[in-house]
C-alpha cells in the first residue's frame, strides 16, 4: 500500500507539489491524470527518490514504513518500482547485466540468495518472451538504440523480474503505437495482483482502456483535486482539464 | 640579437651529463646528436609544447643509473615471477630490467649491440625522451614477423630490484608483407622504487600486412614509465593498438605513426585509470602522407583522486594525402574534484578532400543514469562501478582479441573494485 500525505517538494527553489495526499491500496491499480505541469513526473520521482526535488513537507508510506528518508536503491529494494517515462540509456551496459544487477542487488538486500547466472537467465527468457522482447535486444547496451516501444516494453519486463509491491507507471503509454500499447498494457495487467498496487500516470484515457483503473485522480498545481472511478477518466476526455485547472486556480 | 635564456639544469639534468662524460658507450652518428641534443635543452619540459602538460624537468627528481647487474639469479628470479597479463600460444619473448632475456616460439630474434640505430631517420628524433633513451640505450632486439600464418607475440617487460635504476630497451619489429600479428607488450615492475623506463618500440609494416598490438602497464606506484611506438605502415597495412594504463607514478605514451602507402588502416586506441597522485599521458601524431588512408584514435581516461590525465593527439593530413579519413575522439570521466585531465587534440590538415574530425569530453558520471541505477536497486557504489566498468569497456572493445579482452577486463573491476574498498 503506498499512501502519501500533505506532500510537498520543489526542485530549485519552485515549488511543484503542494500538499498532495493520495492513498492506494493493495490490489488497487489507482490513475492519475493532469495536464503537463501539473507535477505528475515530479510525484513519481520525488516517491522514487529522486535527489535534485527537495520534499519540504510530508510522508510517503510503502507499506507503513515511511520511505523518505531511505535512498532510492532502498526504496527499490522494499518494493518499489518506477518504470520511467524516458529509460535512460546506458551504453557499454549490456541489458541482461544490468538486469541481472539490479535483481541480485534487490535480493542481496533483502537477505535472499543471489541467483546464479543460469537461474537468473531462465527467469528472464520466459519474461521477456511475453513481452515480445528479443534475446538480442537482451545483449544489446540498455536502451541504446531501442525504438520508443521497446523501452517500455523492457521497462515492464525489468518490472515483471523485480517483481515489486507496488508499481509506478509514468506516462508509459507516451511513445507507443497500439500494438505496442497492448503489449505493454497486457504485461501490466500480468502483474495485477492482490498484494500488488499501481500508480499509472498518463495523459491520456487511451491508456485506461487497456489497463483498466479502480481509481481515477485528477492532478493540478501539485495536488490531487478530484477523485473518482474510471469514468472520470472519459469525462476528462471529454471536457480536457480547463475546468478543473481553473477551479484549482 | 637573439637572447639565449639560461636554465638552470635539476640535479636529474646533472646526474644524465656527468654519466654521458664518463663514456663508455659507442660512438654513433645517433648517439652523439641525441647527446648533444640533452646537453642544449635538457629534458623535455612545459616550455616544449610536446611535453607542456608532462614537465619531465619537474616530474624526474633523479636520475637512477642504468641497470647493469645482470645475474642468472636476477633473471631465475624474474622468471619466478607472474606476467601482468597471460597469452596462450605466444612466442614469449622476456626482458628483465630492460634486457632482452631469451625467446620461446617460433619467431626470429635477433638481439645485438647496435651500430647507429635511426641510420634512415624518422619522425621522433626531435623528441626530447627520445635523446634521453637515445643516448642511453645499448642493445637493440629485432623481431621479425614471418607471412603466412599468424603469429602471436608476448613481448614481458618485467622489472625487479630493490634500488632504483633505469632501463632503456630497444626494439625494432619487422612485420613482413602480408604478415598478421597479434603482439601483447606487458610491463609490471616493483612498487615503492623509483626506478624508469622507456620502452622504444618501432614497428615497420610492410604492405598488406596486419598488426594487432596491445599494452598493459602495471608498472609499480613510484616508477616513472616512458614508451614510445614508432610506426611506418606501407600500403594496406592494418595496425590496431590498445593501451591499458593502471600503473606508474608518471607514465607517458607516445606514438608516432606514418602511414606512408594508400589505404593503411590505422586504430588506436586505449583507457587509463588514474587514481592518487598518478599523472598519465597519452601523446601520439598521425602522420598521412599517403592518400585514402583511414584512421579512427579512441580514448578514455577515468581520473579519481589527485590524479592527471593527459591526452594529445594530432593528425596530420600532408597535401597529397587525398581522401584521408580520420576521427579522434578522447573522453574523460572525473571521480573527485582534484583529478584534472588536459585534452589537446589537433588536426593540420594541408590536403582539401579530406574527412577529419575531432572531440573531447570531460565530465563527471551521468545523473540520469545513475538514478536510473539506484531506482532499480542497484546501491550507489554498485552503480558507479557498473558505470565505469562499462565506460573503460567501450575503450577495451577495440582489442580484437577475445582472450585479452577478457583479461583487461578483469584488470578493470579489479581497479573499480580497489575503489569500492577504499
Redesign the interface.
Given at each position: 500500500m503506498l499512501e502519501i500525505r500533505n506532500l510537498h517538494a520543489e526542485i530549485d527553489g519552485k515549488k511543484i507539489l503542494n500538499g498532495l495526499t493520495l492513498t492506494v491500496k493493495d490490489g488497487e491499480v489507482a490513475a492519475i491524470m493532469g495536464p503537463n505541469g501539473s507535477g505528475k513526473s515530479t510525484l513519481s520521482y520525488v516517491v522514487?527518490?529522486?535527489?535534485?526535488y527537495t520534499v519540504t513537507a510530508g510522508e510517503v508510506f510503502l507499506n507503513g514504513e515511511n520511505i523518505l528518508e531511505l535512498?532510492?536503491?532502498e526504496?527499490?529494494?522494499r518494493g518499489l518500482f518506477?518504470a520511467?517515462q524516458y529509460?535512460?540509456?546506458?551504453?557499454?551496459?549490456t541489458t541482461h547485466v544490468?538486469l541481472r544487477?539490479?535483481?541480485n542487488?534487490?535480493r542481496k538486500?533483502r537477505g535472499e540468495a543471489e541467483l546464479k547466472t543460469a537461474e537468473f537467465m531462465k527467469l528472464m527468457r520466459a519474461a521477456a518472451d511475453k513481452l515480445s522482447v528479443t534475446q538480442e535486444m537482451l545483449r544489446r547496451?540498455l536502451n541504446v538504440g531501442f525504438s520508443g516501444g521497446e523501452k517500455k516494453r523492457l521497462e515492464i519486463l525489468?518490472m515483471t523480474l523485480?517483481a515489486p509491491k507496488f508499481g509506478i507507471l509514468d506516462e508509459t503509454d507516451s511513445g507507443l503505437d497500439i500494438d505496442a500499447l497492448r503489449v505493454v498494457s497486457d504485461g501490466v495487467n500480468d502483474l495485477r495482483a492482490p498484494d500488488r498496487g499501481f500508480l499509472v500516470i498518463t495523459h491520456y484515457q487511451r491508456l485506461l482502456d487497456h489497463i483498466k483503473p479502480d481509481t481515477v485522480h485528477v492532478m493540478a498545481q501539485g495536488r490531487i483535486i478530484k477523485t473518482g472511478g474510471p469514468e472520470l477518466a472519459l469525462e476528462l476526455e471529454k471536457n480536457g482539464y480547463r475546468d478543473f485547472v481553473a477551479d484549482a486556480a | 640579437m637573439a637572447v639565449q635564456l639560461q636554465t638552470v639544469r635539476t640535479p636529474a639534468e646533472e646526474a644524465i651529463l656527468a654519466r654521458l662524460a664518463e663514456g663508455g658507450r659507442r660512438h654513433t652518428q645517433t648517439r652523439e646528436k641525441a647527446v648533444a641534443r640533452l646537453r642544449a635543452n635538457g629534458l623535455p619540459n612545459r616550455r616544449v609544447e610536446a611535453w607542456h602538460y608532462t614537465d619531465l624537468r619537474t616530474l624526474m627528481r633523479d636520475a637512477p643509473p642504468p641497470f647493469e647487474a645482470f645475474t642468472d639469479d636476477l633473471v631465475a628470479q624474474a622468471m619466478g615471477q607472474s606476467a601482468a597479463l597471460s597469452l596462450k600460444d605466444a612466442a614469449h619473448v622476456l626482458f628483465v630490467n630492460g634486457r632482452f632475456v631469451r625467446h620461446a616460439g617460433a619467431l626470429e630474434v635477433v638481439d645485438a649491440d647496435t651500430g647507429d640505430q635511426a641510420a634512415a631517420g624518422d619522425a621522433y628524433g626531435d623528441d626530447g625522451a627520445v635523446a634521453l633513451h637515445r643516448a642511453f640505450a645499448g642493445r637493440t632486439t629485432t623481431l621479425r614477423v614471418p607471412p603466412s600464418h599468424r603469429s602471436i607475440v608476448h613481448l614481458d617487460f618485467r622489472e625487479i630490484g630493490t634500488d632504483a635504476f633505469s632501463t632503456f630497451p630497444h626494439l625494432v619489429i619487422e612485420v613482413v608483407e602480408g604478415a598478421d600479428v597479434l603482439i601483447l607488450e606487458t610491463h609490471r615492475g616493483p612498487n615503492e622504487i623509483g626506478y624508469q623506463t622507456h620502452a622504444l618500440i618501432e614497428f615497420h609494416v610492410a604492405s598488406s600486412a596486419k598488426v594487432e598490438h596491445v599494452r598493459v602497464n602495471e608498472a609499480g606506484n613510484k616508477a616513472l614509465s616512458l614508451s614510445t611506438l614508432g610506426v611506418d605502415l606501407a600500403a594496406r597495412a592494418a595496425f590496431q593498438s590498445f593501451s591499458l594504463s593502471l600503473g606508474a607514478n608518471v607514465a607517458r605514451h607516445q606514438i608516432f605513426l606514418r602511414s606512408l602507402g594508400e589505404h593503411a588502416k590505422i586504430g588506436l586506441a586505449g583507457a587509463s585509470l588514474l587514481r592518487g597522485r598518478q599523472h598519465a599521458d597519452t601523446t601520439l601524431v598521425v602522420d598521412h602522407t599517403a592518400p585514402r588512408c583511414q584512421s579512427r584514435e579512441f580514448y578514455r581516461y577515468i581520473v579519481d583522486d589527485m590524479a592527471t590525465g593527459v591526452f594529445q593527439g594530432k593528425i596530420v593530413v600532408a597535401p597529397n594525402a587525398q581522401k584521408t579519413d580520420g576521427g579522434m575522439k578522447s573522453q574523460t570521466i572525473l571521480l573527485s574534484d582534484t583529478a584534472a585531465m588536459n585534452n589537446k587534440p589537433e588536426l593540420e590538415i594541408f590536403a582539401d578532400d579530406v574527412i577529419c574530425g575531432h572531440g573531447a569530453t570531460c565530465g563527471s558520471l551521468n545523473e540520469n543514469q545513475l538514478f536510473y541505477a539506484h531506482a532499480r536497486g542497484i546501491p550507489p557504489a554498485e552503480a558507479e562501478a557498473l558505470l565505469l566498468e562499462a565506460f573503460a569497456g567501450e575503450a577495451v572493445d577495440r582489442v580484437g582479441d577475445e582472450q585479452i579482452r577478457e583479461q583487461l577486463m578483469d584488470k578493470v573491476r579489479d581497479w573499480l573494485a580497489q575503489r569500492v574498498k577504499s
Open positions: 522514487a527518490g529522486r535527489s535534485d535512498p532510492p536503491h526504496r527499490a529494494a518506477l520511467f529509460p535512460v540509456e546506458i551504453p557499454g551496459v544490468f544487477t539490479a535483481l542487488a534487490q538486500a547496451p525489468q523485480l | -
